[in-house]
């Protein structure tokens, strides 16, 4: 049977996952509702070391994760409470809860093989250049033909009916007639709900053949169905359990 080699809780709900490709470290953020404190938290993908937990901006709620690259932690403010536009880039170290730079003027875009694309907030129209992640400084023109998105090796499982997974094998019939599903080497991998007493339920299976090799209940007691329960990072599996909750098998 197979066993999580990472197995995390955290103080609030686990909010957006961002994963660095090349270094293999998991960056997480984490609000708490009730205490309005957003934060955040590394973990390596290969070894499960944890890096930092809790990690905190001066700003305890306006805050959340953009990207993870070259061991770089890409984190941004929220210009106000009520808006979704992001404010300001705070590079922290991956592997260390320290800063390495900060730009209040800039905000983060999107990745790119040669680094963050960035843009200035106080610009019209929005015009992107690439910034060098180790020190904030822009260093090109954002150029679409060169700066190609950068590959997370992040697959995502595909919604399917019911009946193309070995349903049989299952001890639990799913409810509706789709299921999350995905194939890694000799696995079958199956998030899929069920319906007990009124309420529905969230499974996760990981069958080999036909024996089922791993299972966990995510989510009980749940009033509509959840998306996707799981996604997988090279051969580490990774999902979220009762919200605040981070479990890594490898695969």
Not at 86 to 113: C, G, M, Q, R
Not at 154 to 170: F, G, K, R
């Amino acid at each position: 049977m197979l066993q999580p080699f990472i197995s995390h809780n955290f103080n609030g709900t686990v909010w957006r996952l961002q994963i660095d490709g090349e270094m293999d470290i998991m960056g997480i953020e984490v609000r708490n509702t009730n205490d309005k404190q957003t934060s955040f938290t590394s973990i390596s993908l290969l070894t499960g070391t944890v890096y930092f937990d809790s990690f905190t901006l001066p700003e305890r709620w306006l805050t959340g994760i953009e990207a993870l690259y070259k061991g770089v932690m890409l984190l941004h403010y929220y210009k106000h409470e009520t808006s979704p536009e992001h404010s300001a880039i705070i590079a922290v170290d991956a592997t260390a809860p320290k800063e390495v730079w900060s730009n209040y003027s800039l905000a983060f875009d999107h990745l790119t093989v040669n680094g963050p694309a960035v843009y200035n907030t106080a610009l019209q129209p929005k015009k992107l250049f690439v910034a060098d992640v180790a020190t904030g400084k822009t260093i090109s023109t954002y150029d679409a033909n060169l700066d190609k998105p950068f590959e997370n090796f992040i697959v995502i499982p595909d919604m399917v009916p019911a009946e193309q997974v070995l349903t049989d094998v299952l001890p639990e019939e799913p409810y509706g007639n789709m299921v999350h599903f995905l194939n890694h080497n000799s696995y079958r991998i199956v998030s899929l709900h069920t319906l007990k007493n009124g309420a529905l339920q969230q499974h996760l299976y990981i069958m080999n053949g036909g024996n089922i090799v791993y299972h966990d209940l995510l989510n009980q007691g749940i009033q509509k169905l959840q998306p996707e329960a799981f996604v997988l990072h090279k051969s580490a599996l990774i999902y979220i359990k009762n919200r605040t909750e981070i479990k890594v098998l490898k695969l």
